[in-house]
């Protein structure tokens, strides 16, 4: 692994079959991402982003190619371990928010605390995520009495409330007006800058890739170009 790496990516494919059809999602990708990084990738629809996003995430096995992630080969690791890597080192963001409809805003959050075995552990860094996220006054709301920008912003609260090494954010505004997309930014990149987190960023958007990553990769066809 090259030196201050946290994520290396090397040749790495993934081919669907999908009704008897290969469909090939990603043609070989290498990719090195250095500890504290905030890098976005950008690409059309299809070319294979959120295939990667899965892949790196250790929820999607590749055809082919290695992936360490915190010095791990994804590939050599136990499912008991994967999940482990899952709750500690990385913190995750989905276009779509996965929010669960019975709990509040609050439990929402907090749930990621409990499934990881840290609840109660750093009330200091829970009470700075919902400050910067702007949702210290929505704790009690369930997610239908919540704006989607404010359902976004809880999501990446429970990303991040376990001060994961690695955030990956697939297009965490995909669904957002321009206002609550820049809540989203500037706590993400707030987040980089203080903490160190390194932030993988999916979008299609150039103009949110520019406002926060100091590197922009562009994907196309299921390669880096
Ligand atoms: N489960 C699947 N089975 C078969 N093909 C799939 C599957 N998931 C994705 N694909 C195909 O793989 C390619 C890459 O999909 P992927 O979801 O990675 O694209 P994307 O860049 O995230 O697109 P978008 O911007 O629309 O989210 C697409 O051609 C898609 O149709
Ligand atoms: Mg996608």
Redesign the pocket.
């Known amino acids: 692994m090259a030196s201050g790496a946290i994520i290396e990516i090397q040749d790495l494919k993934?081919t669907?079959?999908?009704g008897g059809v290969d469909?090939?999602?990603?043609r070989g990708v290498s990719l090195s991402i250095a500890a504290g990084e905030f890098i976005a990738v950008l690409?059309?629809?299809?070319?294979?982003?959120?295939?990667?996003?899965?892949i790196i995430g250790g929820m999607l096995a590749p055809s082919s190619g290695s992936v360490q992630v915190a010095g791990l080969e994804l590939s050599s690791l136990s499912d008991s371990q994967r999940t482990d890597l899952r709750k500690t080192t990385v913190g995750f963001v989905f276009?779509r928010f996965n929010l669960l409809p019975t709990l509040n805003a609050e439990e929402n959050i907090r749930i990621a605390q409990h499934v990881a075995g840290l609840a109660g552990t750093n009330e200091k860094h829970f009470d700075h995520v919902i400050r910067i996220l702007g949702i210290a006054h929505r704790l009690r709301h369930k997610p239908y009495a919540l704006s989607g920008g404010e359902q976004q912003r809880v999501a990446i609260a429970r990303a991040l409330v376990n001060k994961p090494r690695i955030v990956l954010a697939?297009?965490p505004t995909?669904n957002l007006d321009s206002e609550n997309s820049l809540a989203v930014l500037d706590a993400l990149k707030s987040l980089n800058e203080k903490i160190g987190q390194t932030v993988l960023m999916?979008t299609?958007d150039s103009e949110a890739a520019d406002y926060c990553a100091r590197r922009v990769v562009r994907?196309n066809d299921?390669r880096i170009v």
Do not use: C, N, W
């Open positions: 993934k669907y079959r999908l469909v090939p999602a990603l690409g059309p629809s299809g070319s294979g982003k959120s295939t990667l996003f899965h276009q697939d297009e995909g999916i299609h994907m299921g």
